[in-house]
Structure formats: C-alpha cells, structure tokens
C-alpha cells in the first residue's frame, strides 16, 4: 500500500516532475474520471508510467490499482479524494455553459449530489469521491452567483 502523505506526495512530485504539469493533471483527472469507470488505465498512461518506472527502477506501480490509489487526489487542488454518500438527484438537466466551465475549472471534485438520470428509481442516495476544497470553491462560486 502506498502511503498517500509523504511517500505518497514525493512519488506524485518526481512523477509530475518527469512528465510536466499539464499532463500530469490530464493523467490524475483521467485516473479519477475515465479509468476509475474502465478499472484501467488508457493507454496513452500505461506508456507514461512504464517510461517513468524504466527511469525510476525502484517505483512499484505496477498494477492499475497501486496507480489509482497513488492518484486518488483531485487533479485542480491536489488534495486527497475523500468518500461521501450523497442525495441522487432524478431528472434530466439543461447544460450551463458558465456552471460547467466553472464545475470543470474550479470543482470538478465537488460532487454534493449524484445525477440519477431521467428515471425514478428506488435509490436515494449514492456514493462519491469528492475534494474538501472542491467543495470550498463550489459553495464561494454558488454565493458568488446569487449576490
């Protein structure tokens, strides 16, 4: 198990050090978004992490969950993902463009409530990932929005 403070922090440092910042946080929003729903990494991620394993002999990712555990943090705010269970909200949604900008760019990993979709099902609630700091900058935005 890879311990996710200070192992955790200097590993995730050397790695976005070897690639570069923008894609070291394409890589973790991937991990935690596309992969988490696969139980994989793309492709494109398998490559990088074996040339950083090639350069760094010692690292033990070697498996998609020692990756997806190391980089279980939000890609914006770098803060660990923690687990909540929150209320499903049913229904379908107009996409705004200003909330999805800000929801992409500001708290991706806010997740105060799970979309169920269009129909009604027995479930009324559902497990998450969210940032604390996510959740920070959502509730600042939303005041922002109605002053």
């Not at 494109?44 to 998609?64: G, K, M, V």
């Not at 909540?84 to 900008?101: K, Q």
Request: charged letters at 25%; a negative charge.
């Amino acid at each position: 198990m890879i311990d996710q403070n200070d192992d955790g922090r200097r590993l995730r440092d050397a790695f976005a050090a070897f690639c570069g910042q923008d894609r070291y946080r394409s890589f973790v929003r991937e991990v935690n978004t596309t992969c988490r729903s696969k139980k994989r990494l793309l492709y494109w991620q398998e490559l990088l992490i074996e040339s950083f394993r090639a350069a760094h002999p010692d690292t033990d990712l070697s498996t998609y969950e020692k990756v997806a555990q190391l980089f279980r943090i939000c890609h914006v705010h770098g803060g660990e993902l923690r687990s909540d269970i929150v209320p499903i909200i049913y229904g379908t949604f107009e996409p705004h463009a200003t909330y999805d900008d800000a929801r992409r760019t500001l708290f991706p990993f806010a997740n105060t409530a799970a979309h169920g979709g269009c129909v009604v099902e027995a479930a009324e609630t559902a497990a998450v990932d969210y940032c604390h700091a996510c959740r920070e900058a959502y509730t600042t935005w939303c005041t922002a929005q109605h002053t």
